[in-house]
């Protein structure tokens, strides 16, 4: 080829092709700006589908698959795609745990003694707690156990204090450590600032509230549930929350204690993905389940996590449940979703459950959005992206659904309750 012919269309190529930015006609740069200036006015209009298309929200990063609860779909993208859905597991060890132990289950920890209590007020012999694995015992539960044995007349015990694993304490995962926080406790001499906070908001809930201490001569000692000693008799028995709220309280702050805790007491990771897939009716090529609580390499897509939701949702409503009553009322329940949704009209409306992973770049946000008219529309957001933007991304995408569906209905504006509270059952036949 000619080298002249040859320079030329190299040339050509550069300018045409590398650099296409630089060569705009003068009439075709006044088209430019002319566009850009009427899209200025739809940049600022909030509520509108067009507009997030427009703005390029639907990538492949990002999973999404939202309905009416009649199915109908109105969104839907990368739907059959695997993502990690995080903490949302937690939805699924929630309807697993509550199917398996009944909404009405409570984990008794239960108090024994093998000696006798003489007229000086001393037990004159162990003090054994016996666990069930109750993850809700905090230093509330712990006082209102020690203010019973007052109520028993104990003063003193001469023995050890005997606990049988599985038994923790303030979301401590070591029974040894649980143990011997316990017998801090029972000892006011002892206390440290923590405890004594604690028991001084105790007080405010409980004014008439009297502990005047537990002294404990011997050790602690973890022993197995055949180390119990044969002869004993029941002193009392600590009788956690209903299942229900226990599950609230993990699910609006998403405990991964918590969730652990109650995963292991219904048999792990392959119990929870079985109930999924034999309940639930989630394909087995739609999941795959590697912890409790949504920490690690769980798989999920957003079909199966929306068949998740609506199962959960029913189970909730057959057993005469609100939805609420075990996920967080977005801008009103304190936790995850607290600072979300948050304008006056918004909050309440969203009843959701939040997954993040950071290192993984796993966001998801997975619920009911409550409209005019509509009706309750069910999402499943699933990101794999960076955190912040994935957020703004969900929280976008829900407020224009609501929007465009006449608006927001709220479920709730205040703070929600618990249906029930921590209790002792006490054997009088020791008092």
Known sequence: MNTKIYTFFITLFLVFVLLPTDILTAKQK?????????SVPTAKVRYRAKQMRLRRVFVPVHGVLVQTLTGDTLLAQNAQTYFNPASVMKIATSITALETLGYNYKFNTEIYTNGDIDKDNTLNGDLII???????LFYENAFLIGENLSYLGIKKVTGNLLITNPFYLNFDTSVQRSAQELKLIF?????TKSVQEAWTEYTENRPNAVFQGLEIIGSTQIISAGEIPIRKQLLLTHQSRNLLDILKMQNDYSNNFMAEVVGEKIGGPKVIEKFLIEKVKISPSQLEVASASGLGENKMTPIATLELLRYFYSSINKNGKNFDQLLPAAGVDAGTLDERFTSAELQGSVIAKTGTLIRQKASALVGI??????????????????????RRYQDEIITNLIYENGGPVAVRTTSSRFESSPNILINFNNK
């Open 369 to 390: 959005a409550y409209t005019k008219e509509k009706g309750p529309l069910f999402f499943a957001i699933l990101n794999k992206d960076n955190v912040l933007h994935a």
């Open 187 to 191: 000892s006011p001499t002892n206390w």
């Open 130 to 136: 016996v666990g069930s694995g109750d993850p809700s």
């Open 30 to 38: 006044k088209k430019s700006q002319k566009n850009i200036k009427k």
